[in-house]
């Protein structure tokens, strides 16, 4: 092993992120090779630098005309533009996101955790966690309910056992005793657990009363002496439409819990500000005893499987996302504009199902946040989605063959019945 | 395994390709999931499609007005700056990419290899490869002068053995005979083999001679039963500034040469069109039987590891580039001014360079392209960075404390001259 891999893991002997690492993560450091004396030259080189690996001309890279001019004039310079980012991501960035961490989760106040680490979207994030953080014979635990990429990152890019638990109760709010059952029954005493809220297919967020079972239920567990990494991946945070929601994610509930729980906050700009195409999310680490060593250690492990998955993310996107977030004038507003959209087709959807309550064809899950909602169906769902795309050109989504997502989010508002209604049409007719 | 998992490796079955993958290569897929499912309805959903997971108005993504104002008036709609990126990158960027690998490199006429797959730049696809076709056991060879990331990439991450040959012999010619018998030793019957032209530390491209021989040094050991993955990093493609230098790259060479090669290019707009921070890198595959289906399932176990790794790549970046190769005036006027503009530079650097021919301390390595040069050192090149640093402020690359690396693709052509002679004045001042 190389030695600062076994330098990191010194510091981090004994930690929870200690028990959690897999292999990977064990062998993984940060070089203090080319990226490192880079970043020393920049502070220090001030007569010539020839470290930089990029063709530069008067200390800006140099470009192409025809991109250059695709940006409007003193927008960007040059090295916003073009520049690689720096490791771990613009530095003005994470602190602005950091800020506000705190302005969208005010109980984060007094609390410890890590300064946000830019990844290349929140995959990206997964993904490098999945690698760090779990391997063969590791179990990761998600709802029934869930992104169907959870299985392509934690089974078979990184080979770790898959375990579900019904996301809902009988009454239709958040399964807490069967989240607990499961964890319990991992056995080694070890689990990690993926919460997604608000949940994709079916646009769930636990209320402020579930959200607080759910933290008290994982304490417990860690109480118990079970060791847990918690992954909250908060994708759609802030898309909340009713009033009993949990507003803030489980991340603040459980950061600076338990001395067994390590709690990864994974969220990104990219449906938080709308820049889909950007490939901009941030991973964010916490557990109680943490120490800023220590916390430094996880972040240089983090920086080596960032370097070794993709090197650096994405520049002008950053640049253009730091801009409109510092200077902008309209960021807040276009960002509220773009939740009572939401909020409104939220509402018309609602009504338009009432028309069809009781229905035994299609029952919707319960739904409250996010894009999407999600029937439990009585017949096939990929036959349901089939016969919607060629008799009524209707795209849905088709999971597991027994539920079918719609994505009102792309839907206008004055639409969304007539959609609500050619999809309970189309199940009469397939399925008679 | 999953049932398409099965499905691709049937397919696979027998292939070079089925050769060289990894347990993970083995499980890797691409999911008839969400992202299938939308991309059907994007065809045909024509009424409604509520497959897509953005917040959309009018067919247009939602956007923040601070972050489409800082594009120029006509220059990119919405869409292409906010939207996902498709799966494996937007086609028209692929199929004009492919167009101008014929034209770079005249020899693949008539040759048959797969459609370029975006990457979130040339490290993701290394990253990707290395995921798909390297593991505990496998054995990667690389010169002794490399990139550092490729070990961080092959060993740290998924535990491949990496090998090294000496990347010069004794006439400061490409090694050719120590890089057949380092390939020949790896036992198994079976290598991988990860070559970067120009050479990032040293800038050195083999000669058209040269070239030819390492391809027919691959060859013959093919010939003899070995079984070979050639990755060919093409990081700095173009950069040639001597006659006598091999302007095609290797991957014309073996694309097609041998059932017992599989050939893999991995360039990037990164540094061919200087847009480092851009994060755009492309994939291709060749050998000499595989069939279409073939590789299209080699494809679809590379969009698979993509989507379990980033899950799509940068769009904005994409379209930029799109419009400036495809529509734009000055794009060969300005790649070319680039590239003259280095030219001039390794000239200036190679008149100063002679001024301190024979001089023990230092020994530049054979260079003739790319972004750097690189000295051997008689001292610690750590002692001498750092010395430089202090002292005079100079910004260099220390690697494995016997090379400085220096990166004049990044200095003003009228300063080389200064800063090779700052550099030889420390090496004397530092190791006396």
């Known amino acids: 092993m190389h030695e600062l891999a076994i330098e990191l893991n010194e510091i981090l002997k004994g930690t929870i992120v200690d028990e959690m690492l897999s292999d990977v993560g064990r062998r993984m450091f940060f070089p203090k090779g080319i990226v490192a004396q880079s970043a020393e030259a920049k502070l220090k080189a001030t007569r010539f630098n020839a470290t930089i690996g990029m063709a530069t001309s008067d200390g ?34 994470r602190a602005l996101w950091k800020e506000m961490l705190f302005k969208k989760n005010p109980s984060l106040q007094g609390k410890h955790f890590s300064l946000p680490i830019v990844t290349g979207g929140l995959t990206h994030g997964l993904s490098c966690l999945a690698q760090l953080f779990a391997q063969s014979g590791d179990t990761l635990v998600i709802p029934d309910l869930a992104w169907d990429n959870y299985e392509l990152i934690f089974a078979q890019q990184v080979n770790a056992t898959v375990k579900t638990f019904p996301l809902y109760d009988d009454k239709g709010g958040f399964n807490v005793a069967a989240m607990k059952e499961v964890l319990a029954s991992v056995s080694g005493g070890k689990a990690r657990i993926l919460l997604n809220f608000p949940n994709n297919p079916t646009g769930y967020t636990p209320s402020e009363t579930e959200m607080n079972a759910i933290a008290e239920a994982l304490i417990d567990l860690a109480e118990d002496g079970m060791k847990l ?17 949990a507003k803030e994610g489980l991340f603040t509930r ?119 909602m999600a029937f439990k169906c009585k017949g096939s769902s990929e036959q349901l989605r089939q016969y919607l795309l060629e008799k009524y050109q209707v795209g849905c989504i088709s999971i597991k063959d027994d539920t079918l997502r719609l994505a009102y989010c792309s839907v206008e508002c004055d639409k969304i019945p007539e959609l609500v209604d050619l999809v309970y049409q189309a199940a009469g007719e397939a399925w008679k």
Chains 1, 2 share one sequence.
């Open 60 to 93: 800006q890279p140099m470009y192409l005309s025809d991109i250059y001019n695709q940006f409007s004039q003193d927008s960007l310079t040059p090295a916003e533009i073009f520049s690689y980012a720096a490791g771990g991501g613009d530095p003005q960035l």
């Open 229 to 245: 990494m918690v992954l909250c991946d908060d994708a759609y945070f802030g898309l909340f439409f009713e009033e009993e929601t």
């Open 254 to 372: 459980i950061a600076n819990a338990h001395d067994n729980i390590f709690a990864i906050k994974c969220d990104a700009a990219t449906k938080e500000d709308m820049v889909w195409g950007f490939r901009i999310g941030f991973l964010t680490y916490a557990s109680k005893s943490l120490t800023p060593a220590q916390y430094d250690a996880l972040n240089k492990k983090t920086l080596g499987i960032i370097r070794s998955t993709v090197s650096n993310c994405d520049r002008p996107g950053q640049s253009l996302l730091l801009h409109a977030m510092r200077d902008g004038k309209n960021y807040l507003r276009d960002k509220e504009n773009a939740r009572l959209e939401m909020a409104k087709r939220f509402h018309a959807l609602t009504k338009a199902l009432e028309k069809h309550a009781g229905s035994e064809l299609l029952k919707p899950y319960p739904y409250n946040s996010g894009y999407f």
